[in-house]
């Protein structure tokens, strides 16, 4: 099974930048969408982007403008851009990738890495 290694969390300031790296563990392997969901405490995981093989994307309203995900297929490996980072951003981001199977698709979860931005 492809395991996701993330790494690029960690505390930020208001208005600052951060980039997450997920790479999967087998370049080899066929990999469908790819993205990034969050989890404040106390709240529920949510999707924040999301994109297909061909690189079609997909936001979260909240980061709309604010965060882009790209991926490079040849390294299996999907990144988030996020910039004007604010509070309410802070939070745990796991990378999710979804494996094409035979018959089947198969998803994959990345460790989490924090995300904090204070002052």
């Known amino acids: 099974q492809v395991q996701l290694v993330e790494s690029g969390g960690g505390l930020v300031q208001p208005g600052g930048s951060l980039r997450l790296s997920c790479a999967a563990s087998?370049?080899?392997?066929?990999?469908?969408?790819m993205g990034w969901y969050r989890q404040a405490p106390g709240k529920e995981r949510e999707l924040v982007a999301s994109?297909?093989?061909?690189?079609?994307?997909n936001y979260e309203d909240s980061v709309k403008g604010r965060f882009t995900i790209s991926r490079d297929n040849a390294k299996n490996t999907v990144y988030l851009q996020m910039t004007s980072l604010k509070p309410e951003d802070t939070a745990v981001y796991y990378c999710?990738?979804?494996?094409?199977?035979?018959?089947?698709?198969?998803?994959?979860w990345g460790q989490g890495t924090q995300v904090t931005v204070s002052s």
């Open positions: 999710y990738a979804n494996e094409v199977l035979v018959g089947l698709v198969r998803a994959a």
């Open positions: 087998r370049r080899t392997a066929r990999i469908g969408d």
């Open positions: 994109i297909t093989s061909s690189g079609n994307t």
